[in-house]
């Protein structure tokens, strides 16, 4: 049974930095595509990042150069370093896994090409 577990989310000013983690089990990144997605009220779940097991990246234009998602293969962690946080970053963060094809498509930002989910981690950022 696959499981994703994200863990990191808080609490932060704005201009102030988290780093997100997602551990797997019964699942390995070394063959797929992993993301971050997140939802505030409201609001559509939107592809924030993702990356391949070759270590290729994409981002939404809205956090690049502010986040950057890593992976530990070894550790089957998968990680979203966030600087430069701002209010309109506040949301619901979730890590997705999909099979590696998904990474080399346009629709890797899409939440329906993905198949597995974690339960969600809260990202609160105030000015």
């Known amino acids: 049974q696959v499981q994703l577990v994200e863990s990191g989310g808080d609490s932060v000013q704005a201009g102030g930095s988290l780093r997100l983690s997602c551990a797997a089990s019964?699942?390995?990144?070394?063959?797929?595509?992993m993301a971050w997605f997140r939802q505030a009220p409201g609001k559509e779940r939107e592809g924030v990042a993702a990356?391949?097991?070759?270590?290729?990246?994409k981002y939404a234009d809205s956090v690049k150069g502010r986040f950057t998602i890593s992976q530990d293969n070894a550790k089957n962690t998968l990680y979203l370093q966030m600087n430069s946080l701002k209010p309109e970053d506040t949301a619901m963060y979730y890590c997705a896994a999909a099979p590696f094809f998904v990474s080399r498509s346009s629709r890797w930002s899409v939440p329906s090409e993905y198949n597995y989910w974690g339960q969600g981690t809260q990202v609160t950022v105030s000015s």
């Open positions: 990356i391949a097991s070759d270590g290729s990246t």
């Open positions: 019964g699942y390995t990144y070394s063959s797929a595509c």
